[in-house]
């Protein structure tokens, strides 16, 4: 069964540092997010992109973050200058058709910032 | 606004019991439903889902009832086993024009487990 897959699995940084999370959506999928999750906090979208570019955002998706698909086949998020709130579960996913479908998501990369 | 609530875990069943995790929305326009499962290690894959008012979706022995008269998407199980040991995810995904691309609102999730 096709996969969403996240690289690392685990990232742990210096505060300040910059950070890239990795993610290569499902090949004939369009629609491409990421969703972070605090501990024992709720999974909270961050942004939706479509056709190269940003379809919507949240107020967590300040200018610290950027997402780009450089090759039509990665869908990275960069954290620009980490903060130690930015420690988190983050979550790739992607979709063929938006809403009633349902998303494939990733298994999530945990980053840590120290 | 959209939101989620969901019964807060841990929930600790013994197998073949009775599952109810209790899911509450709030939503401004005519959403979607869903509940997404964790297995450890794994990424949130999708149980089942309903589209509009009194749709039941179900799969693996899971259901759930879309009632729009009390905003709950409760999810039960008749006799859980050992591998659903999962952590559960509730969802909405509004229809409303703001949210083109069907942007999901997540309750904290609950942790199920399950012993022999």
């Known amino acids: 069964e096709p996969e969403v897959t996240q690289t690392p699995s685990h990232q742990v940084t210096q505060m300040g540092q910059e950070v890239i999370l990795r993610c290569v959506p499902i090949s004939n999928h369009l629609y491409f997010y990421w969703y972070r999750q605090i501990l024992g906090q709720k999974v909270e979208f961050l942004v939706s992109?479509?056709?190269?570019?940003?379809?919507?955002k949240s107020e967590i998706f300040d200018d610290q973050f950027s997402v780009e698909r450089p090759d039509g086949s990665n869908f990275t998020l960069k954290i620009r200058s980490t903060k130690l709130e930015d420690s988190a579960m983050y979550f790739c996913?992607?979709?063929?058709?938006?809403?009633?479908?349902?998303?494939?998501f990733g298994s999530g990369t945990r980053l840590t910032v120290v | 606004g959209n939101s989620v609530t969901q019964m807060e875990g841990p929930v600790t069943l013994s197998e073949e019991a009775f599952l109810t995790i209790n899911c509450t929305y709030t939503a401004t326009g005519y959403p979607s439903l869903f509940w997404y499962v964790q297995y450890p290690g794994e990424g949130l894959q999708l149980l089942l889902k309903a589209t509009k008012a009194d749709d039941k979706g179900s799969n693996k022995g899971f259901e759930a009832t879309y009632r729009k008269e009390t905003t709950s998407f409760h999810l039960e199980k008749g006799s859980v086993q050992v591998s659903d040991s999962a952590v559960y995810f509730c969802?909405?995904?509004?229809?409303?024009?703001?949210?083109?691309?069907?942007?999901?609102?997540f309750g904290r999730g609950t942790q199920l487990t399950v012993w022999p």
């Open positions: 992109f479509y056709n190269n570019e940003i379809s919507e």
């Open positions: 996913a992607s979709n063929i058709l938006p809403r009633d479908l349902g998303y494939t």
């Open positions: 969802a909405l995904s509004d229809k409303d024009r703001g949210s083109t691309l069907g942007r999901l609102y």
